[in-house]
C-alpha cells in the first residue's frame, strides 16, 4: 500500500442499525472523490450486504460482538474490509455450493452473488477469530 492512499476504520457492535453508519462513511468517501450515483449504488448495496452478513451470519446478532470495517482509498480504487468475530472456521467453499444451488431470490446467498457482481474485486477470508470480506470497486 503506498502513501497515497487513505484510510478510515470503524468498529460497532452487531446490531442492523449499525449499517447506517457504514453507509455514513461511505457517503463521505463518495464526496471526497466524487463517485458518481451509478457506481456509488453498486458500492453501498454491497457494503450494506457484507456488513448484514456479518452481523446476522458471522456474529449471529450477538451484541457482544463488534463488525469491523476499513476503508482504504485513492483516485484509482476504493476497497472495503469487512469482518466479524465469528469463533467458528467458515468453510467458503461450502457457501459458495449453497449459493450455486438456490436460486436467486434465495434469501441465503444473495447477497455474496451481489458484491461478487456489483464489485471488481471480492475475496473471503477465514481468520483467527473471524472472517473477512474484501471487496473493491476500480474508479476511473
Known sequence: MGKTENRISIAFKSNLKYTELSVLV???IKKL?????????????SLREAANNAIVHGNGNDMEKLVHMKF????????IHVRDEND??????????????????????????????????????CLPGGSEVIMEKKLS
Open 26 to 28: 461511505l457517503s463521505f
Open 33 to 45: 472523490l466524487d463517485i458518481g450515483d451509478d457506481e456509488f449504488f453498486k458500492i453501498e448495496i
Open 72 to 79: 482504504i482509498w485513492d483516485k484509482s480504487f476504493l476497497r
Open 88 to 125: 467458528r472456521k467458515v468453510d467458503f467453499k461450502e457457501v459458495e455450493d449453497k449459493i450455486n444451488s438456490c436460486g436467486l431470490l434465495s434469501f441465503n446467498g444473495r447477497g455474496i452473488m451481489i458484491i461478487k457482481n456489483y464489485m471488481d474485486i471480492f475475496e473471503f477470508q
